[in-house]
């Protein structure tokens, strides 16, 4: 007996010439009015494994950058390669079955791809939120409570000179979109073998390079539990809403814009294949 295929695939589909994004999605119930029995029980496996995925990125990320609260930067690099392992682990173990995205932003890119639906979108939010807390509760109860501030980003210092505000939005917002876009190509355009590497190797990338600035890479649920429950919230909108704005205006136009050229780029080639098939028979036939 034949099983139904899940709601839908993180995968593209084969070459096409419509022009629109080469995303496949399976039809679900909110965008296609159809009750599949698989969707609930689907979004519900989603939702725990953005929660556990969430739990692990933010549990092990504050507890790195709690343990090393005082210490010189040249002490950190180790505790930056927890951000590296925490996403290598939950990505490669949770990405069969909700994508691993484990970030709000991603979360709002595939929407605006029209490869998840509404309800999707609400479910994944609230079980990164709720991961997030999760993480930073947990850690709260182990360190005894909020003196070190649990893992919550701070504006740091590079060669000595503060980091503004306005410096490191604009970073976050670099950095989210290239997350997105990291994230997207990697996983769903199938480019890279071992999709889990590359993505936690450039989280890692991250963590390594601007976590003296900024603490952490552009990951609103990262900031999020562990500022509320410490109540550190300086500069709350730097970590808030740079990776949207990343992902809405440079993400998802960049991979518009590729899939233009790649449809384009197919047609050039469709037609330079023909015109050699017609030369080649018009040649054949005056023999």
Known sequence: MATSPPPWEYAFAPPNLSGRPELRRKRNLITDGNWRSDYVPWLVRAAIAEFLGTWIIVFFGTAAVASIQGLPVGLTTGAALAGFF??????????????????????LGYWLLRQIDGVTLLVLWTAEVAGSFAGAGLLTMLLGGTASGIGAPVLGTILGVSITWWAAFVLEILLGAATFIV???????????????????????????????????????????????????????????????????LGVPVFLIDTWLRREQRIAIRNARRKRKQRLSSGHHLQ
């Open 86 to 107: 925490a996403d290598f682990v939950a990505i490669s173990t949770f990405s069969p079955i909700s994508g691993a995205y484990f970030n709000p932003a991603v979360v």
């Open 183 to 249: 994230i997207l190509y990697n996983y769903n355009l199938n480019l890279s073998p071992y999709p889990a590497l590359a993505i936690g190797a450039f989280s890692g990338a991250i963590e390594l390079a601007v976590r003296a600035a900024v603490s952490i890479g552009p990951n609103a649920v990262r900031w999020l539990g562990p500022a509320v429950i410490s109540s550190t919230y300086a500069n709350w909108w730097v970590w808030v809403f740079p990776s949207f704005i990343g992902v809405v205006f």
